[in-house]
């Protein structure tokens, strides 16, 4: 994602990480309790995944995470009015890129004199996983992570989840 904000900023796009929790807290990377210690593994995340984007960092009720979703890994675009322009429950590089590029030449179209008026699209995005990758970052944070991450896919598998999210959506 830092390439693509890099490539995206001469064209006016800016671009930040919102920090919000740990989602596989572990021995070295526990759930937060202070802010303090949530700006320090912050830090320590920003260095180790070389994230070059700014960071900010959500409350320790986790306000902002709150506001828009709750979800691990969403993205936002927001138009200079601070409207949503894009928003997808995962974030995935090129899905993301694909929504810069439309809505950059939906601007240089409106800026030609071309009328323009706005509608509802759904996209289903589909992500490459790196299995690995996410493994190795469970890995990093300790074994509790390892261990929660194995069951809380187990439950997934047997469709407990379901009634959190129904709850979380006011449908129970």
Known sequence: MDAI????????????????????????FPHHTTFGQKLAQARVFQQRWQCRRSILVDD??????????????????????HRVLFRADWTDASTVQFALDYLLSVDEREREGTAIEPFYAELRGFRWEDVAGFAAGLEYNGPRAVSEFRQAKLR?????????LNKLRGRE
């Open 60 to 81: 320790l009720n986790g306000t902002a995470h709150e506001g828009f979703g709750r979800m691990p890994n969403m993205t936002y675009i927001l138009g200079t009015d």
């Open 5 to 28: 904000a890099e490539r995206y900023a001469e064209r006016g796009v800016q671009s930040i990480f919102l920090y919000v929790r740990e989602a596989h807290p572990g021995e070295r």
């Open 156 to 164: 997934w598998s047997r469709g407990e989840h379901l009634g959190t």
